[in-house]
T-cell receptor, first 112, second 113 residues
């Protein structure tokens, strides 16, 4: 069935460093792919999404490209800030298509 | 437009008690999803309701139950609370299929002592 695998954290970076959080997926067809972010003490927020292969989703300086050749949707940011410290979740619709399946989450800690 | 609202935001219960958590979806959203997030761990799917019906259920014991009302709001009930039920309970809603993404509430932090 549809699934996602994320790199385990925590990922610790200094401010202004380059960020990559890996996400690979297994899916039937080409479903939409999502990145959600959870700031401390809050619920999840949709960060970005891509609805078809080769699409690039972007928001708040974050980007992810839907790559069908490598079945990947890696999250990148060129220069992280302390305020980006959060847990990031990769997700895609499950087999039935009506629910999202989430990766295990990757904690990012950015130090000043 | 109001987001997904959950109540209460925090509560503390004693082992063996019962608790009810509430969720109001975004206006126009008919599906409601419940997740449990224990400290430091990922999201565990609990329940999915759509149009008043339970559509799917995660691998949780029967003491976890819920319902969806005609106005699409939802309740999650947990009976016979155990210490390991301590977690953040997240509600999300979607307009129709969740394949287009969810909108999450801020969650209810439940502590069982």
């Amino acid at each position: 069935g549809n699934s996602v695998t994320q790199m385990e954290g925590p990922v610790t970076l200094s401010e202004e460093a380059f960020l990559t959080i890996n996400c690979t997926y297994t899916a039937t067809g080409y479903p939409s792919l999502f990145w959600y972010v959870q700031y401390p003490g809050e619920g999840l927020q949709l960060l970005l999404k891509a609805t078809k292969a080769d699409d690039k989703g972007s928001n708040k300086g974050f980007e992810a490209t839907y790559r069908k050749e490598t079945t990947s949707f890696h999250l990148e940011k060129g220069s992280v800030q302390v305020s980006d410290s959060a847990v990031y979740f990769c997700a895609l619709p499950g087999d039935a298509g009506n629910m999202l399946t989430f990766g295990g989450g990757t904690r990012l800690m950015v130090k000043p | 437009e109001a987001g997904v609202t959950q109540s209460p935001t925090h509560l503390i219960k004693t082992r063996g008690q019962q608790v009810t958590l509430r969720c109001s979806p975004i206006s126009g959203h008919t599906s409601v999803y419940w997740y449990q997030q224990a400290l430091g761990l990922g999201l565990q799917f609990l329940l999915w309701y759509d149009e008043g019906e339970e559509r799917n259920r995660g691998n949780f014991p029967p003491r976890f139950s819920g319902r969806q009302f005609p106005n699409y709001s939802s309740e999650l009930n947990v009976n016979a609370l155990e210490l390991e039920d301590s977690a953040l309970y997240l509600c999300a809603s979607s307009r129709g299929t969740g394949a287009n993404g969810y909108t999450f509430g801020s969650g209810t932090r439940l502590t069982v002592v």
